[in-house]
């Protein structure tokens, strides 16, 4: 009730304050949208930097029959959604993290499902290499895992909404407009028909390489000093 009453007040003094900032810098065009609609300026674009050199693709290593969630388990990642279609669809599935859901999702979860608990960095690189796609069921503002996913050549299954549709290609993967079950079994199938090349997929991780994050946001900082 407290920040009920409050609220109006933060929002007035929020937006004042905005009309003094000199450059608004936002990670997607999802986030500078958002910028637009509640501040009413416009927002400078730069993509987060992604690891992409230690993200790699290992073309030793063959993709297999099992797909692949790497999430904090928490209510608004949506992760719930991926395990109860692939416990209703026979799928297999991988899921590589932890949060305050992985008791409820383990009790959940059919004989397909495997939970992995949190991984390192070795095991996640090894799990993107060879899961069949990544599924990223939630609605982030950029969104590192599915740039990390695709940087190794893995085809990526996403939700129609926030970063994914600026990182997410018709070439690197397909997406599902509604959090259903029947939505996203179908567009699990849809990737078969896809012919996802994992060179395309590497190509676009590349657009979000740390090197290129480092040029973008020296481009910023020069014109703002200059």
């Given at each position: 009730?407290?920040?009920?009453?409050?609220?109006?007040?933060?929002?007035?003094?929020d937006r004042a304050t905005a009309d003094r900032v000199t450059m608004f810098l936002a990670n997607s065009q999802h986030t500078a949208g958002r910028i637009q609609r509640y501040f009413g300026r416009e927002a400078q674009?730069?993509?987060?930097?992604?690891?992409?050199?230690?993200?790699?693709?290992?073309?030793?290593?063959?993709?297999?029959?099992?797909?692949?969630?790497?999430?904090?388990?928490?209510?608004?990642?949506?992760?719930?959604?991926?395990?109860?279609?692939?416990?209703?669809?026979g799928l297999k599935l991988k899921v590589a993290g932890d949060g305050s859901q992985r008791k409820a999702l383990a009790a959940a979860a059919g004989p397909t499902v495997e939970m992995l608990g949190r991984v390192d960095d070795v095991t996640l690189r090894e799990l993107y290499r060879r899961a069949k796609a990544l599924v990223f069921p939630?609605?982030?503002d950029f969104g590192l895992i599915p740039v990390e996913a695709q940087a190794t050549g893995c085809p990526v299954i996403a939700f129609a909404g926030?970063?994914?549709?600026?990182?997410?290609t018709p070439q690197t993967g397909v997406f599902f407009r509604q959090h259903m079950v029947e939505a996203?079994?179908?567009?699990?199938?849809?990737?078969?028909?896809?012919?996802?090349?994992?060179?395309?997929?590497?190509?676009?991780?590349e657009r979000f390489t740390e090197r290129a994050f480092d040029e973008a946001i020296s481009r910023v900082v020069n014109s703002l000093v200059g």
């Open positions: 009730m407290g920040l009920g009453l409050i609220g109006p007040v933060f929002r007035r003094w674009v730069v993509y987060p930097p992604v690891r992409t050199d230690w993200f790699t693709a290992d073309r030793r290593v063959q993709r297999e029959d099992w797909l692949l969630v790497v999430s904090a388990l928490e209510p608004y990642k949506r992760t719930e959604l991926v395990v109860r279609a692939a416990s209703h669809a939630q609605v982030e926030g970063g994914a549709m600026e990182t997410v996203l079994v179908e567009a699990i199938a849809a990737l078969d028909q896809a012919h996802i090349d994992p060179v395309q997929c590497r190509r676009n991780a």
